[in-house]
């Protein structure tokens, strides 16, 4: 079926109101299934060349179905996205609520410099250049197992320090252990 100006204002005018009321299964939100709806006729207006449609009404509900599918899966995807973010803001507030974030970077500066020297050097490669232990390993001239296994050392006595700093003024150890984690 070939689409010219005539016959498209027909199927619009026969297939609008059906197409919303079938998408209101979807969702109620009557705003987003009427803008689906309009995007699918512009779309069947725009390509109206190219389009070779044997059934007019199949391919408008399937399209119709297709575009508010994608759409919720998007508003979902916003939606998590949304609150992962929320909820990272809202740790990192009550974070600088808990910990004066001057004194933790200077405690935490103190406990990298009591690492050895090699300890000390590929912790900073990593963390502070953001090198993959791959390539700290290949600047080094040493396995990435060594790398590893020095980043390990680092991580556990930089905690090891920083907690028995904090335990004296923290009493929720689950709360500085999260804290700890959060910026190592």
Avoid at 129 to 138: G, V
Wanted: with cysteine.
């Amino acid at each position: 079926m070939k689409i010219n100006n005539k016959n498209f204002r027909e199927i619009y005018d026969a297939h609008f109101e059906p197409v919303c009321r079938f998408l209101n299964y979807y969702t109620r939100d009557l705003s987003v299934i009427e803008e689906v709806v309009q995007d699918v006729f512009v779309k069947l207006w725009e390509e109206r060349e190219t389009l070779e449609i044997q059934y007019i009404k199949t391919y408008i509900y399937n399209a119709a179905r297709n575009k508010i599918l994608n759409e919720l899966r998007d508003v979902k995807n916003r939606n998590v996205l949304l609150e992962n973010w929320a909820k990272r803001e809202f740790e990192n507030q009550q974070a600088e609520d808990c910990v004066d974030m001057n004194e933790f970077v200077q405690l935490l500066q103190a406990s990298v410099e009591t690492l050895p020297v090699t300890c000390q050097e590929i912790y900073r490669m990593s963390r502070e250049q953001n090198m993959s232990y791959k390539d700290i390993a290949l600047e080094r001239n040493i396995s990435v197992k060594t790398v590893e296994a020095q980043m390990g050392i680092a991580l556990k006595r930089i905690r090891e320090k920083m907690a028995t700093h904090y335990a004296n003024e923290m009493k929720n150890r689950d709360f500085l252990w999260f804290l700890l984690l959060w910026f190592l």
